[in-house]
């Protein structure tokens, strides 16, 4: 009996243990290492956005920023009565870069949690991809690029889909047993998530040796629990 009683408190004391792996996270990108790069993607936030994982790197800043600089270099509030044109071509540009803005920053907040992968016996991970509707999507990693992505079965099941995990102490990501996520920054201000499969800080994918590669972690942050409203009759 007593052999009995141990074995059910163990096994609850488990279940407990493992309650967190169902429920819906968001993830929060840090650097491993301080540099003054690391600074524009250190504690932010993982989206999803053009099928890809990036770092939300609050755009606003960088807009207002490029609008001082380049005000400092005399493209904008000249003093002149015939500025006329150029208020013009500010508009203009203001709305491209507005334009700009959408395509390469925001996204939807990463808000996913284990989930077996089909005719595997590991888990795999799922991120829903949209406020509106409660739709998932499998994150993977390109077997090609090293890319994390997001997609359908189909889309994941040539790929890299797991097994996904989780540090046992601070619940940091892990995919394959170990921690090897970077930032790649592909353009301005717009870091991916990549995987380094191999452990070489991606020499092999990255071909501008120019571009900047960060080693980060992945800590699963669980979403806050609001209070559900009553129905309205």
Not at 47 to 64: A, F, P, Q
Not at 67 to 75: A, H, L, S, T, V
Not at 214 to 233: G, M, S, T
């Amino acid at each position: 009996m007593l052999a009995t009683s141990e074995a059910i408190r163990q096994g609850q004391s488990k279940d407990k243990r493992e309650e967190h792996r169902a429920r819906r996270c968001n993830l929060i990108a840090t650097c491993v290492k301080a540099s003054s790069r690391s600074r524009e993607i250190d504690g932010r936030r993982v989206v999803l956005r053009n099928n890809k994982l990036y770092i939300d790197t609050v755009s606003g800043d960088h807009h207002n920023l490029d609008q001082k600089n380049r005000k400092d270099e005399g493209y904008v509030g000249d003093d002149d009565d015939d500025d006329g044109d150029e208020d013009e071509k500010l508009l203009h540009d203001t709305a491209a870069h507005d334009e700009m803005d959408k395509k390469h920053h925001g996204g939807h907040p990463f808000a996913g949690y284990y989930l077996p992968y089909p005719d595997t016996n590991y888990e795999g991970l799922v991120s829903t991809i949209s406020d509106d509707q409660p739709i998932l999507n499998w994150v993977y990693v390109d077997e090609k690029t090293y890319e994390i992505k997001y997609g359908l079965r189909v889309d994941a099941q040539p790929n890299i889909t797991g097994p996904f995990d989780c540090t046992r102490q601070d619940r940091r990501m892990t995919l394959q047993g170990w921690e090897g996520f970077v930032a790649v920054e592909e353009e301005p201000h717009v870091w991916a998530i990549y995987f380094d499969r191999d452990d070489d800080g991606l020499k092999s994918k990255v071909l501008n040796r120019s571009t900047r590669v960060l080693e980060i972690e992945l800590w699963r942050k669980e979403k806050r629990l609001l209070k559900k409203k009553d129905p309205v009759i």
